[in-house]
């Protein structure tokens, strides 16, 4: 029940925040760019079949996938219904609506389907799973033989001025734990996998802006059972401020993969 209620509270999170997502997903859209690059890299070597995306969010990823596979069948799928809808909206107004996309809410960490996509991409959301590895192993097994499974997220590193600052301040750190690139692999064992990295640098007047800057993506809730009472934030925030009156600097670590299934 603990799984179900943290689902929950991640779909309410985003679908609350889908009017401010594209204005503050800085992260997200660097995570979609590798991942266009690599589908459009990669578009002429992909079996014949459906591409399936998992956390489609507001559709920067999704618009790019329906220019590069206008003629196949796109799934675009999302925990969050009001995500759904401003991807769908991206897409028609962008010109790229066709009879062969479908939408639907899906929780794509209990995907179960084997076989039958020649694509899956998971942008930004692998993090979320419950299961890691198990949500990627998952992935890999819905892809045909010699499938492609995409995916990027914020690697083990990412935010880590935020954690400096707790263990300066003395508060508890509400981030969530993020993974790491050999968990990743491990997960896709007897899958070929490349993996890139890139460094996603973000600046803020103060920290209340970098905590806002989470907020209106809807990624900004614990789903590790930390949480810092209102006193903890203000010390928080007011002692990070004082030890960098310039500005806050925040890193974010973007991991991404094409991983092809063998056969």
């Not at 509270?9 to 401010?20: D, N, P, Q, V, Y």
């Not at 990823?61 to 003629?71: C, K, N, Q, V």
């Amino acid at each position: 029940m603990a799984e179900l209620a943290d689902k929950q509270r991640i779909a309410a999170s985003f679908s609350r925040h889908s009017s401010t997502y594209d204005t503050h997903a800085a992260e997200q859209l660097a995570g979609s760019a590798e991942l266009v690059a690599y589908a459009a890299h990669y578009a002429a070597d992909i079996a014949p079949g459906p591409v399936l995306e998992i956390g489609c969010g507001t559709g920067f990823l999704s618009a790019e996938l329906a220019a590069i596979f206008p003629d196949r069948d796109l799934e675009f799928t999302d925990l969050s219904s009001a995500m759904l809808a401003h991807c769908r909206e991206r897409i028609a107004a962008a010109g790229r609506a066709r009879p062969t996309q479908r939408y639907r809410v899906l929780d794509g960490d209990r995907l179960d389907v084997e076989g039958r996509y020649a694509l899956v991409a998971a942008n930004f959301v692998v993090h979320w799973f419950a299961d890691l590895a198990g949500g990627l192993g998952r992935m890999a097994r819905a892809l045909q033989p010699g499938g492609l499974l995409l995916c990027a997220y914020p690697g083990v590193d990412s935010y880590r001025e935020w954690r400096e600052q707790c263990l300066r301040q003395g508060v508890p750190c509400s981030a969530n734990l993020l993974p790491d690139r050999a968990t990743v692999a491990a997960a896709l064992a007897g899958v070929a996998i490349e993996q890139g990295q890139r460094e996603v640098r973000l600046r803020f007047a103060c920290a209340r802006e970098f905590f806002g800057h989470l907020q209106r993506t809807g990624a900004g809730i614990s789903t590790r059972g930390v949480t810092s009472r209102p006193g903890q934030l203000r010390r928080l925030i007011r002692g990070w401020d004082e030890h960098c009156p310039d500005g806050v600097d925040i890193t974010c670590h973007v991991h991404y993969l094409a991983a092809r299934k063998e056969g």
